[in-house]
């Protein structure tokens, strides 16, 4: 049950998460590294909402996390999408590259 887990475990867990993810984005030029880094700040974010919601006794954080996974879930098939035209195009899926789809 979460009240027997202290809720700073669950901030320093999510803080972890969300640092993590945030160094992938900064420091990665895969894209499809680049979409799992965002995936993992987004579910960094569900877990400290839930955790929120629960020790509140009120449901609204739980209803934003099941928004915010519908929203993901979206931006995957958007953005596989995008990556698989792209790697069509320039047979690559490095983001420096990107720069060649102006010409």
Do not use: W
């Not at 160094?23 to 579910?43: D, T």
């Not at 209803?63 to 320039?90: C, D, H, K, Q, T």
């Amino acid at each position: 049950m979460i009240n027997t887990i202290p809720i700073h475990y669950y901030i320093f867990l999510s803080a972890i998460l969300f640092i993590i993810g945030a160094v992938g984005v900064m420091a990665r030029r895969n894209a499809i590294i680049i979409f799992m880094c965002i995936e993992l700040m987004l579910n960094a974010v569900n877990l400290l909402l839930a955790a929120f919601a629960t020790l509140h006794n009120d449901s609204s954080g739980q209803i934003f996390v099941f928004f915010i996974m519908a929203v993901a879930a979206a931006e995957v098939a958007v953005g596989l999408a995008i990556l698989s035209m792209i790697y069509r195009n320039i047979k690559s899926i490095d983001v420096d590259l990107l720069s060649r789809l102006k010409e």
